[in-house]
């Protein structure tokens, strides 16, 4: 079973920032917190990972709250073509025998609108 | 760099058949992971092949099987078709030897009629 708790659905306006929460309570001290997003029948895409500390990319931020229970995505600037279903996965890190299998949970489906 | 690749993209076979599904891994990645997904079940991860040994599997039944070729291309198969194994097939690659970021396919949209 996935590790992650997400909201089923949110909207949010374009241009303003889109907030995706996610909860792991349960997350471990050697657990990584990715997100990757899915438009409608593609391959699901990379968005950016992290640890403990908080993350930025060309896409993203990463906000880990210092128990590590939570995180959020960040997405600075919603245009309509972010919409799509985001995945926050927990991973087991490096030296488990597991580290190549991502546990999906039913995701958020985030609905930019005009 | 040139992504995942998965072929074909689309096939229709009916109950009973085998199918085969190939993927080509990001130039350079050695490990390729697997999922399926449908409306019912979401993603779920199927096997995970590194070095040309499965690594990771899945609960998936006998009938799926995989393997992966010494230039890290990897196949998968699924014998004795049934109308539930319709459904969207992914494939992923990463370097391989830990916590790399995996990247996905477009999938291969197989419907079992």
């Known amino acids: 079973d996935a590790k992650t708790t997400q909201p089923t659905s949110m909207d949010c306006a374009e241009g303003r920032a889109a907030n995706l929460p996610c909860n792991h309570s349960t997350i471990s001290g050697n657990e990584y917190v990715y997100w990757y997003r899915q438009i409608h029948s593609q391959g699901p895409q990379y968005i950016i990972h992290g640890l403990k500390n908080n993350e930025t990319n060309e896409m993203a931020s990463l906000i880990i709250t210092e128990d590590r229970k939570s995180s959020t995505l960040i997405l600075p600037h919603a245009t309509l073509r972010d919409t799509a279903v985001y995945y926050c996965?927990?991973?087991?890190?490096?030296?488990?025998?597991?580290?190549?299998?991502?546990?999906f949970g039913q995701g958020t489906t985030l609905q930019v609108k005009p | 760099k040139a992504g995942v690749t998965q072929t074909p993209r689309y096939l229709i076979k009916t109950r009973g058949q085998q199918v085969t599904l190939s993927c080509s891994p990001i130039?350079?990645?050695?490990?390729v992971s697997w999922y399926q997904q449908t409306p019912g079940q979401g993603l779920q991860f199927l096997f995970e092949y590194f070095s040309e040994t499965q690594r990771n599997k899945g609960n998936f039944p006998g009938r799926f099987s995989g393997r992966q070729f010494s230039n890290s291309r990897s196949e998968m198969n699924v014998s004795t078709l049934e109308l539930g194994d319709s459904a969207l097939y992914l494939c992923?690659?990463?370097w391989g030897s830990g916590q790399e970021t995996q990247y996905f396919g477009p999938g291969t949209r197989l419907l079992v009629l």
């Open positions: 992923a690659s990463s």
């Open positions: 996965i927990v991973r087991v890190g490096q030296g488990s025998s597991n580290t190549g299998k991502l546990i």
């Open positions: 130039s350079g990645h050695r490990s």
